[in-house]
């Protein structure tokens, strides 16, 4: 069983950059296929980017062009690199090994870290 541990969040302006880390344990994370969510206030939790294995890479529309989503599986890790933030990316956001994946796309997420919270906010 893979433990995550989410950082790097925090608050932030508009049009700013965070980078969120995921550090793994209890597994080597190079064969699964990876994702990172997020839930705000009231919102169910969504998927925001997805890299498999093989290094193919999958968004969601609303941070395509802003976010990229990495690994470094000699470290064990997984990162997302946020710019050009903005309100409506303000949530808690998870980091999980994907169970199913459907083109490129996290499908069925497994166990969930604590999350970090992301704010963007002036």
């Known amino acids: 069983q893979v433990q995550l541990v989410e950082s790097g969040g925090g608050l932030v302006q508009p049009g700013g950059s965070l980078r969120l880390s995921c550090a793994a344990s209890?597994?080597?994370?190079?064969?699964?296929?990876m994702a990172w969510y997020r839930q705000a206030p009231g919102k169910q939790r969504e998927l925001v980017a997805t890299?498999?294995?093989?290094?193919?890479?999958n968004y969601v529309d609303s941070v395509k062009g802003r976010f990229i989503i990495s690994r470094d599986n000699a470290k064990n890790m997984m990162s997302l690199q946020m710019n050009s933030l903005n309100p409506e990316d303000t949530a808690v956001y998870y980091c999980?090994?994907?169970?199913?994946?459907?083109?490129?796309?996290?499908?069925?997420?497994?166990?969930w870290g604590q999350g970090t919270q992301v704010t963007v906010s002036s």
């Open positions: 890299i498999t294995a093989g290094g193919s890479l």
């Open positions: 209890g597994s080597n994370i190079s064969i699964y296929t």
């Open positions: 999980t090994v994907c169970r199913l994946i459907l083109q490129a796309a996290c499908l069925i997420p497994g166990d």
